[in-house]
Structure formats: C-alpha cells, structure tokens
C-alpha cells in the first residue's frame, strides 16, 4: 500500500452509465444500464470513494440511481461522496454561440473536498469531453452508450482505472486513449 490518499471517482450518468428515456404518457422514465455496471462499480469502488456528477435533474438523477440499486445491488447514491446535479453546473457560450452546460472542476476546489482528496487524486469519467472544458487534467473520456448489448467500455474502464489507482497525481497522466495503454 501507499500512503497516497485514497482517491475520488467522479462519475458522469447519461450515456456514460445509464441510458434514459423521457416520460411519455403512458410511461414512465425507462432507464437501460451500461453492460457490465455492477461489475465496474463493485471493481472501482475497492480502490475509488465515488462520487456523481450530471447535467441532468435532481429529480432524474435520484430515479436512475433508484433503478441502479435495485437492478444491480450497488448503492451509489448510498455510497457516493456528493451527488451533484444540474444546479451544480454553469452555462458557457460556446463559440458557435450555443450554450452549454459546464462542470467547472474548480468546484473540486471547495475546502471540505480539498481537506479529503487533493484535486490530483479526482478523477472524472464523462462522454462528453466538453464538460470538463477547465478541467482536462481530471478527465478519463468514455465512449457515449446509447444501448449498444455488447458495449464493454465499463469492463474495459474498470481494469484502466484500478491500474492507475496509485498514481500520486492523475494530472500528470496522458489519459486520452487509455483504451490502446491497457495493462496486459
Ligand atoms: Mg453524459
């Protein structure tokens, strides 16, 4: 063991974990998880403290962990350090003058954080690279899922993850493309 501390998983939902459909009228929200999402989340969680942060609502964020627990065993929403939604976001004029929805990493500076995982030992997990547009050096980019059966990104990620759990400071680490640096 070392004696870095131990670090923090900041886990994205949409696309990244889980696939969401809206209400309708006859309906209620339907939510598909990722293959292999009880295995990565039982994997990550030896070596990782978790954490969730989406773009999303309270609301659909708190149903989909719901689901999470009940169709997997794994209690994220029990276990998670902070369960961050929408309101936890800003909105940024991209240069196409679309606005967009941000996760400003430099929330990862808020002092009862910092007391308990220096901002080198965050890591974030998000499809959309985007959303960490400050923020690159805690990102671990996935591929989006949409409901692909055979997808084994989460399987794959899990493996990544655990073989770079004892790095002193995740910002140093070239991260894109961890798919093709892969442990044997
Ligand atoms: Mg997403």
Not at 57 to 79: C, K, P
Not at 169 to 178: A, C, H, I, M, P
């Amino acid at each position: 063991m070392t004696s870095f501390p131990r670090p923090l998983l900041v886990l994205d939902l949409d696309e990244t974990l889980w696939y969401g459909m809206e209400a309708t009228d006859d309906a209620d929200i339907q939510f598909s998880l990722r293959p292999h999402l009880g295995l990565f989340l039982d994997h990550v969680s030896q070596d990782f403290d978790l954490a969730v942060w989406t773009a999303a609502s309270g609301d659909w964020m708190r149903r989909g962990l719901s689901v999470l627990h009940a169709e997997t065993g794994f209690d994220l929403a029990g276990r998670a350090v902070f369960l961050w939604d929408r309101e936890r976001c800003s909105w940024r004029r991209g240069e196409d003058g679309e606005l967009r929805q941000r996760k400003p990493a430099r929330k990862f500076r808020a002092g009862w954080l910092r007391a308990r995982y220096p901002r080198g030992r965050i890591l974030a997990v998000d499809d959309v690279p985007g959303n960490y547009a400050c923020g690159y050096g805690h990102l671990v980019r996935v591929t989006s899922w949409t409901g692909e059966e055979s997808d084994m990104e989460l399987w794959h990620l899990a493996a990544y993850l655990r073989s770079i759990a004892q790095t002193g400071d995740f910002r140093t680490l070239e991260k894109r493309g961890w798919r093709s640096r892969m442990p044997e």
